[in-house]
């Protein structure tokens, strides 16, 4: 069943490879690094919303997490057999590493991870909203859709001009692009869920696919919500396997039964349903488990 | 010629002893999209307990150096929807299976290890780890690993509930004053043998909110940054038992193994199997991986069989 080789495993019809992802392309976008590696098997199996965990450091590293990023783009053959494109912002020790990596050095590449985003089957209107680096998987998203005759609309917000990504291949992959900074250095100074009303309201647009910060997402959701939308989000929890193992990354969601549980966002995530995620049970920097979630700790119990 | 890898342990032998880490690899349909987990001498699942938990909020993690602290609050389904669906398919998927129990009170590891007993799929399971690093509801918390006659009083109940031919393996705490104290009463209250050793009880303060940063405070520490202290802690035991302070039972080692050679040191330590966890977050084909490593430097070595490597450093200890 798996194969031989130490790092490049593949066990048929699992739907995920492990491979030796070798770095083939690595240039600034912004305040963000955008990285192609050439993994072999992934591209095929890949679909928009999905994402890859990478390992960092070398075989001997001693920061032992993976760390997740959305896949930007794939291209299942070309030159260099398939390749993945991830857009990475420099935080930590993990990302600066990444950042630092030239051509032909080799990272350890995990993916397709995580459930794709949905797609209507209706030809209905879409907004795909983007906050920073979080546009990174709905250029690929928006070609899918508009492949379905979707009309295509994209809002891309950020802090300030340098950590929009994505802005000019945006006017190629949507209909039309709305564009927000805090601080007003590019577009409508201001945030995306200062246009995102009008926007939907003006294209009728059935699904609102989301991607980016939390609380950008949950206020996505109430708009879309309020709109008469649905909202499918792209969560971003913290995550240390990103392959369903350590329970780490867990969020209240609640069930097409209504009923809460305390859900693993990288293997029943990244992408829910807006609607059913608990946002009440976030606050700063936290997450509770809400009392009526399944097996929520009983008062003086665990 | 290849090393015969196989070791008994109770009543069956397995063909390898390479297990995974109980909470370090769910329960098998996670880990079975990487490698096929029959390989593996035993799977072993996340500690269940009586009723569905949700665990613990998030944060529930941060990374250390070489390793992380990690404060999930026992999650899990319950061991009547674990039994129903975890235990089938991992029967179905022909794994052998080391089932981990865990509860609040030493009643509670009883009712666990009864209903275990009565499923269906229990002829997949070739043992019981009775995970005694929870805290003891009836004893404001102190967790049974810490306390002899708290852990002896479990291992006994349990051992009531359960076959003779099923072993059980007391699961240890390191933060204890004296291991082989804890270990000498699991055995004699009927432990088949040892998993030593559990997280380490550790703490981080998020810098930026100047907090702790794990929603549950303090944490369990694992990976390589602690297998010194999992090598200790065997050597001990292992020692103690050459030396006839208690009855020799297998040892399962786990604690920081991320390569054969790691595993290699808990080997020769005592160790009479090895467990692969957080390095299976690192990679998640690590559990077989770190096996054929470990074939691969026993026959560099010459052995002929894995047994023969079990506790070998302890005959060769420099005098000075
Ligand atoms: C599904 C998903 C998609 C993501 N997509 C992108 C992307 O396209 N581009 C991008 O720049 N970042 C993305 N992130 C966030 C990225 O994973 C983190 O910024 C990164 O893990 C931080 O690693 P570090 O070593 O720099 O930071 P550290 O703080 O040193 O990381 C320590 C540990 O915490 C985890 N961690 C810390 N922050 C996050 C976070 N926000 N999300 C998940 N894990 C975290 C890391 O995995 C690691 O285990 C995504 C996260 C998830 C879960
Ligand atoms: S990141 Fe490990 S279970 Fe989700």
């Known amino acids: 069943m798996s194969e031989a080789s130490t790092r490049h495993t593949r066990v048929e019809g699992s739907g995920v490879v492990q491979v030796t992802g070798e770095l083939i392309a690595t240039r600034r976008a912004g305040a963000y690094h955008h990285l192609t590696f050439v993994a072999p098997g992934l591209a095929e199996l890949a679909r928009p919303g999905q994402f890859v965990a990478l390992a960092v450091g070398g075989d001997t590293s001693a920061n032992l997490l993976r760390r997740c990023f959305s896949i930007h783009k794939v291209s299942p053959s070309g030159t260099y057999g398939g390749t993945v494109d991830v857009v990475i912002s420099a935080v930590g020790a993990g990302t600066e590493w990444l950042s630092t990596l030239r051509a032909h050095d080799e990272v350890d590449i995990v993916g397709p991870l995580g459930r794709p985003f949905p797609l209507p089957s209706e030809p209905v209107a879409c907004v795909l909203v983007g906050g920073g680096y979080g546009s990174a998987p ?14 295509v609309e994209m809002v891309l917000g950020a802090a300030t001009e340098s950590k929009l990504f994505g802005v000019v291949e945006a006017r190629r992959f949507a209909d039309g692009v709305t564009v927000t900074t805090d601080d007003g250095s590019a577009g409508n100074k201001g945030w995306v869920s200062d246009v995102l009303p009008m926007v939907i309201r003006r294209t009728g647009a059935a699904v609102v696919y989301g991607c980016g910060p939390m609380g950008m997402l949950r206020s996505i959701t109430d708009i879309a919500t309020a709109e008469g939308a649905v909202a499918q989000v792209a969560v971003e929890e913290s995550m240390a396997c990103g392959v369903g193992v350590c329970m780490t990354c867990v969020m209240p969601v609640a069930g097409k039964d209504g009923t809460t549980r305390m859900v693993r966002s990288c293997v029943e995530g990244p992408v829910f349903r807006g609607d059913r995620v608990r946002w009440d049970a976030f606050s700063d920097g936290l997450c509770r488990v809400p009392a009526d979630a399944v097996g929520a700790p009983r008062v003086g119990g665990h | 010629m290849p090393v015969d890898m196989s070791v008994p342990l109770g009543a069956a032998t397995l063909p390898s002893p390479m297990m995974t880490a109980s909470g370090c690899a769910a329960n098998g349909r996670e880990l079975a999209r990487f490698f096929d987990i029959r390989e593996l001498g035993a799977f072993v699942t996340k500690s269940v307990m009586a009723d569905p938990r949700s665990g613990r909020g998030t944060p529930r993690m941060a990374e250390t150096p070489s390793g992380m602290l990690n404060s999930i609050g026992l999650q899990g389904p319950g061991i009547s929807a674990f039994v129903d669906q975890d235990l089938a398919w991992l029967k179905q998927a022909g794994a052998r299976t080391l089932v981990s129990i865990a509860g609040n009170t030493s009643g509670e590891f009883a009712d666990v290890a009864a209903t275990l007993r009565a499923s269906d ?118 020692a103690a038992m050459l030396e006839g302070r208690l009855p020799t039972v297998p040892i399962i080692g786990v604690g920081g193994v991320r390569t054969g050679r790691d595993a290699l040191e808990l080997v020769a330590a005592g160790a009479s199997a090895v467990q692969v966890g957080t390095a299976t977050f690192n990679d998640p084909s690590a559990p077989v991986r770190v096996g054929r490593e470990l074939a691969g430097l026993l026959e560099d070595k010459g052995f002929e069989r894995f047994t023969d490597a079990v506790g070998v450093a302890h005959g060769r200890v420099a005098r000075a």
């Not at chain 1, 709905?138 to 009309?151: N, P, V």
């Not at chain 2, 509801?137 to 049974?144: D, I, T, Y």
């Not at chain 2, 306390?147 to 359960?162: F, G, I």
């Not at chain 2, 088949?192 to 303060?205: A, P």
């Open chain 2, 121 to 238: 799929a229990f002829d997949a399971v070739v043992g019981v780890e009775v995970n005694i690093s929870c805290p003891n509801v009836a004893n404001r918390g102190l967790v049974f690993a810490c306390d002899p006659m708290a852990s002896a009083k479990v291992v006994a109940l349990v051992r009531e509930q359960l076959p003779r031919d099923v072993p059980i393996f007391a699961k240890l705490t390191p933060d204890v004053t004296d291991i082989v104290s804890v270990a000498q009463a699991c055995v004699k209250a009927g432990a088949d043998g040892l998993t030593m050793i559990n997280t380490l009880l550790g703490m981080v303060i998020d810098t930026d909110r100047l907090r702790p940063q794990v929603a549950g405070v303090t944490g369990g520490l694992s990976g390589p940054a602690v297998r010194p202290v999992a090598v200790r802690a065997i050597w001990q035991t292992r």
């Open chain 1, 138 to 151: 709905l250029f690929w998203l928006a070609g899918a859709l508009r492949e379905r005759g979707c009309h």
